[in-house]
Every structure is written in C-alpha cells, then in structure tokens.
C-alpha cells in the first residue's frame, strides 16, 4: 500500500451494516464479501462504538501494525476470552509486563536449550509410533485427529515438566490434563476444570523451589530465570499463568498442523513419497536428531504449506493506543484492528492458485522474494510466537519419525468441513487407513 502523507488521511470503505468481528463462523464467512467489495483495508461500524474497527488484508499494512510501529498498538478484542483461560500469560499480557515476561522466558528458546527439549520429543513419537506399529499391522483405521492431539499435549507436558510428568501421571492415576483433547468446546466448564489444576502445578512449582532436584525442562529455566534489572524470579501466580499458556497453545495449534499435515500427505501421496526418501537418505530409517532435522527440507516445505493454507490461529487483533495512519487512510486510536491470516495467505498478489497444495511455493528462492508479511502462521513482530521454531522442530521429527514406517490412505467419505472457531480445526475427525511402507 502506498502512502502520500501529505493527503488528508481518510477512513476506509466499508459495509453499512455493523457488524463486529469475533473468532466464528459468521465473520469467517463474512470476510471475504468484505474484502471483494472493498479491498484490503476494510472499515467495519459497530452500534455503540465510536471507531469501530478495520479488516487488514494488505502486506504492507500488517507490516506496519505489527512490526514498523507495534509499539502503538495492544492485544484487541478476543483476547479477554483466552485471558479467562490462560491468566495473564505471553499470549494475552501487553505493556511492560509482557516485555518483562518475554525476557525471561526468551532464553528457554534458543536453538542449544530446544536441542536438548528435543529428548521429550523423541520420547513421545517412540512410544507413539509402536501404538501406529501395531495398528499398521492389523491394517486398522486411525483417528489421527485425535492421535495428533494426545501427543502433542504428551510432548508439551514432557517439555515441561520432564520426567515430573511420569511422577504426577502416577499420583492422579491418569493425565490429569487429557481432557483437554476430549472437549474442544473451552467453555466455561473446560475453563473452570482446567483451572482446577493451578493447585497441581501450584504444589508441583513449591515441591521444586524446596527440594531443588535436577532437572532440565521449560520449567527448571522458567524457575531459574531473574529479571536482569531487578534480579526478581516469577512468582507462583506468574508461572503457573505461563505453564497454562503453554499447555493449552503449545499442544493445540501443533495438534492441529499435525492433522492438516497428515491430510494432505495423504490426498498428495508423491509429496508424501518425496518426503520419506530425503528422510531415509538422511537417517537410515533410525530416530532423528537435532542436527538432521534441518536437512528434512521437502517435510519442512509440506508443512510450511499446510500452515499457509490452514492457520490455526485464522484470525487476531490489535487496538491502537494512539493515532495512526496506514497509506491514506486514519487509524484513530482506540480503533480495532483484525488480521486473517487465512484470507492473507490466499491472496493473488503473493499467493497464485493460492487454493492448489504446492509445497514448492516454500523452496528458499520462493521465500526470499515474497513479501515478509505475506505468510504469517506465527504473527510478526515482537510479538512472533516465541514457540515457532520448537514447533517446526517438533513437527519435523513426527514426520521424520513416522514417514519412513507407514502410510496414511484418506477414508473419510463426507466432505472436509472447516470449524473457525478460536482456532481453525476440522469440523470432523479425520481418519485413515493405516499401513506399514
């Protein structure tokens, strides 16, 4: 978008009808009759509202919001919902406090720290893949949705917590966190029932500050970390918000980009072809390690493009705290502002048959003359999820794990149906015939 400061700023077009956007079905359906009447900066009223709030489709207007000049804007509105959840953690913090917070948990993320996070990993896809072991044997169907979604929350738990885990999956007789794969809903019941466990982690964070035993997990750095000018730990109540953080976003959007990824390894089975022979060539068939995962670069590709296509997070905001100005159109301040990630990455100026699967479109030549903010799965910004690149490692190594082993043949008869809620799942579970290679 170019901008002539020297114009008057102006307020962007816009539908009559008020309408405010929110995280479901009737906004994701609504989006793109906005964007095709009125183009990429969408102006939307909402009755007792002064500056309602805009739709941003455009490259260079997102940059701006989330990188050139985050600093003038916070979290919009959604967020209040997940806060009930989550507390006040990474996701939902703004101001001082989220910069403090990020500081301190930035250093459990570097590339040395997420190689030795890598062992929970392992350990999860190897118990994961004898249970795919024998029912590849028996030629059975398996519901991958679900699959993606108890390992996932298996290895953000093992992260986390370390061999801990084991420890309280005894003493609840159970993971006291499954039901977290068995209703989506997070409704107020989820959210008082997964509050319900701040006791846990509550006695679990006291039981580590008294005894100090040795551990290597999220957790232990999350313990240790100082604030650099005041030399202060988090408190109890700052921790536990960041481990719920962590647990309920950390599992549900790789669960998620598992079950696409799957999806489309299926329905493109020379992509899924393509992929197991650079494993192969590069690990023999044995697990994967740190070091190999950065040369699965066909996997890496596949997945980049499921995320392109479905996003977990479809659609985010941000208010602006002052004045702005986007090209030649104002932002007052207070003014909401929503991003689709979804509807951005089918866009044809950066997106050609932006509906094909074409796992191409991220070969590193590809990536360097795309536009920065075209591809955003991870926001942008300050504010890029500061998981984004444990989660590729993730991803890498379940594919890397399982690949070489089976073959996923899509049995689902009904059509795919998308559920746009606070994150962009299948309607239905998706299953599939599973054999061995």
């Known amino acids: ?35 095709a009447a009125h183009g990429d900066v969408v102006r939307l009223s909402a009755e007792g509202r002064r500056h309602g709030s805009y739709l941003l489709n455009d490259a260079d207007a997102i940059r701006h919001v989330l990188v050139k000049n985050h600093a003038n804007y916070r979290k919009g509105p959604g967020f209040n919902r997940v806060k009930m959840l989550l507390g006040n953690g990474i996701i939902v913090s703004d101001g001082a406090f989220w910069r403090r917070q990020r500081r301190l948990i930035q250093p459990a993320f570097n590339r040395k720290v997420l190689a030795r996070m890598l062992r929970f990993v392992q350990q999860a896809n190897a118990a994961r893949r004898e249970r795919w072991q024998a029912l590849a044997d028996a030629g059975a169907v398996i519901d991958v949705t679900t699959e993606a979604a108890d390992l ?49 982690m509550q006695d679990l964070i006291h039981w580590r500050r008294e005894t100090r035993p040795e551990r290597d997990d999220f957790l232990a750095m999350f313990l240790d970390a100082r604030d650099r000018d005041t030399g202060e730990a988090m408190s109890d109540k700052e921790l536990i918000d960041e481990l719920m953080t962590f647990i309920i976003a950390g599992h549900e959007t790789s669960a998620i980009t598992l079950n696409w990824t799957w999806y489309f390894l299926a329905r493109h089975p020379e992509e899924a072809e393509r992929a197991r022979a650079e494993i192969l060539s590069v690990t023999g068939g044995a697990m994967p390690g740190y070091e190999q995962l950065g040369r699965f670069e066909r996997i890496r590709r596949v997945v980049s493009e499921a995320l392109r296509l479905y996003p977990p997070v479809w659609l985010f905001s941000r208010t602006a705290i002052g004045d702005d100005r986007i090209g030649d159109y104002a932002i007052p301040a207070g003014t909401d502002l929503f991003i689709s990630p979804y509807y951005l990455h089918r866009h044809p100026a950066h997106w050609p048959d932006a509906e094909a699967f074409d796992p191409d479109r991220f070969a590193p030549e590809a990536e360097k003359a795309r536009h920065p903010t075209a591809y955003i799965p991870f926001s942008a910004g300050p504010r890029r999820c500061i998981g984004d690149v444990f989660a590729m490692l993730e991803m890498q190594l379940h594919f890397g794990l399982m690949l070489p082993r089976f073959s996923l043949e899509y049995r689902d008869e009904q059509p795919l149906e998308l559920e746009p809620f606070i994150n962009l799942r299948t309607r239905h579970n998706l299953r599939y015939r599973i054999t061995p290679v």
């Open 152 to 200: 996932s929350l298996e290895v953000i738990l093992r992260t986390l917590f370390g061999e801990d885990f084991d420890r309280l999956t005894d003493q609840q007789g159970g993971n006291p966190f499954a039901f977290l794969t068995e209703d989506l809903t997070r409704d107020m019941q989820v959210v008082l029932r997964f509050r319900g466990l701040m006791k846990l």
């Open 1 to 35: 978008m170019s901008a002539d400061t020297h114009r008057e700023p102006i307020l962007p077009p816009g539908p009559e009808t008020p309408f405010t956007p929110d995280t479901n079905e009737a906004t994701f359906a609504a989006i793109p009759q906005w964007l």
